[in-house]
């Protein structure tokens, strides 16, 4: 499966990062958490003073949904995806207004 993940989150441009992956299968078949580790694992040996914390992030596809870091990625994303990493601040989407019955 072959993902795009952006994250943009600092002011300063030169933090910002976009990494193209091919997951492998252990990936596939495990939580999104662990593609977040792998983002941030990555993200923190180049940027050594700007560190980020996985915990604190979550994955939100383009123009999609925000997914839950325990959800499986084979159920929540697809191949082709682009994902951004948003720390805890941006929770997800403003509820759906209730329709009149």
């Known amino acids: 499966m072959k993902i795009t993940l952006k994250y943009e989150e600092t002011e300063s441009e030169e933090f910002h990062m976009t990494l193209r992956l091919t997951l492998p299968q252990k990936y596939v078949n495990g939580t999104n958490m662990e593609v977040v580790k792998l983002f941030v694992n990555h993200y923190n040996k180049k940027h ?42 941006s929770t997800g989407p403003a509820p759906k207004a209730k329709t009149a019955e």
């Open 48 to 89: 050594a003073e700007s560190q980020i914390v996985a915990e604190e992030l979550h994955l939100k596809i383009v123009g999609g949904i925000h997914l839950d870091n325990e959800d499986r990625v084979r159920e929540s994303l697809k191949n082709g995806d682009e994902c951004y990493l948003l720390g805890k601040d």
